[in-house]
């Protein structure tokens, strides 16, 4: 099993490598990654493009993800399904009608330094969501999207998710947005990816290619840091990571 993090740095300058501490449950099951352990962080984003007839708007999801560079599994500690940027609220009660992402963006930046975001969706739609983005003041912490290498048909994208599933990498909370979506899927169903799923394939894809140098980084960032400092900061700047 897995717990959400109680603190985290980061390991290196760039943000390469976080390290976490987690506490065993009360419950004495035990932590997979306690008492700490250093994580290659990264998040995955589908910017609203499914109706939901239950709460008459658009979804999008978005997940935060890490990967423990010990044992190569993927933790899904932070998932959210969202309609906008900020929280559309009732004009006369102040009351929440839709959530936002504003917030979750910045707790998962000031909590576990996730800073980088994949996407895998028609560059006009990554455009006008990205500056939505940008221009919004609540969040302080650092925020970059990226595009992933595209999957092409949606069937790859699943194929993406399932690969972790069926080696039994990957684990997510019970219940949320991400296994709900996993249960209901369709194998091969006309529609493609459901939000959730979509986001976490986004994340996998480009957590992906990050993994050699994570990897590196959490031996010695020292040694490391000259090294492949200046080519992570040119990823960084071109949006490659």
């Not at 006009?124 to 969501?129: I, N, P, S, T, Y």
């Not at 925020?143 to 048909?153: H, I, L, Y």
Request: with cysteine; hydrophobic share 40%.
């Amino acid at each position: 099993m897995f717990t959400y993090p109680t603190t985290a740095q980061p390991y290196d300058e760039l943000n390469t490598v976080i390290e976490m501490w987690f506490e065993d449950p009360p419950d004495g099951e035990k932590d997979a990654n306690a008492p700490s352990a250093k994580f290659l962080m990264r998040g995955g984003v589908c910017w609203p493009s499914q109706w939901n007839p239950e709460s008459e708007t658009m979804e999008g999801c978005a997940v935060v993800a890490g990967m423990n560079l010990d044992t190569g599994r993927v933790y899904c500690f932070d998932e959210i399904v969202f309609c906008a940027v900020e929280n559309i609220v009732d004009p006369d009660t102040r009351a929440l009608i839709h959530p936002g992402v504003a917030t979750w963006f910045q707790k998962a930046g000031a909590r576990m330094f996730c800073d980088t975001w994949y996407i895998n969706q028609p560059e006009d739609v990554e455009a006008r969501w990205n500056k939505n983005v940008r221009d919004c003041a609540s969040i302080t912490v650092p925020v970059r999207f990226a595009s992933c290498q595209p999957w092409g048909r949606f069937d790859e994208g699943e194929n993406i998710v399932w690969e972790w599933v069926t080696r039994r990498r990957i684990e997510w909370w019970h219940d949320g947005p991400v296994d709900r979506a996993a249960k209901s899927h369709v194998v091969g169903a006309a529609g493609g990816l459901s939000p959730a799923l979509h986001a976490l394939a986004a994340c996998l894809q480009g957590m992906r290619s990050m993994v050699g140098v994570a990897t590196e980084v959490a031996k010695s960032p020292q040694v490391l840091a000259n090294k492949v400092g200046n080519n992570l900061m040119r990823m960084k700047m071109e949006g490659r990571i």
